[in-house]
């Protein structure tokens, strides 16, 4: 069994900057692509990015590029989403998921955290 789990999220003031993290476990995290997706209240759940099992692609939803950067580290089995000049648009729960194929689609990830709120207000 996969074990996923998030850290990071709290509240910023726009403008600023977080730094998630996600732990996985379990099984090789090398052979994972992971995303990060999040879900703001009364929304469905949306692509944020994602990066490939090699760390050679990554991709981004088109609200974010340019001010988030997905990476991951293999020895320590963790991927990181860093966050820059946050909008209160991007307030939500961040999950981060782990999949068998290099894909945007949520359907398509197997394994979820629990997701870890961020939110973004003066």
């Known amino acids: 069994q996969v074990q996923v789990v998030e850290s990071g999220g709290g509240l910023v003031q726009p403008g600023g900057s977080l730094r998630l993290s996600c732990a996985v476990s379990?099984?090789?995290?090398?052979?994972?692509?992971m995303g990060w997706f999040r879900q703001a209240p009364g929304k469905e759940r949306e692509f944020v990015a994602v990066?490939?099992?090699?760390?050679?692609?990554?991709a981004y939803a088109d609200s974010v590029t340019g001010r988030f950067a997905i990476s991951r580290d293999i020895v320590k089995s963790t991927v990181y989403l860093q966050m820059n000049s946050l909008k209160p648009e991007d307030t939500a729960v961040y999950y981060c998921?782990?999949?068998?194929?290099?894909?945007?689609?949520?359907?398509?990830?197997?394994?979820w955290g629990q997701g870890t709120q961020v939110t973004v207000s003066s």
């Open positions: 998921a782990a999949s068998f194929h290099y894909t945007r689609d949520y359907r398509g990830y197997n394994f």
């Open positions: 379990g099984r090789t995290f090398s052979t994972y692509t």
């Open positions: 990066i490939s099992e090699s760390s050679g692609y990554t």
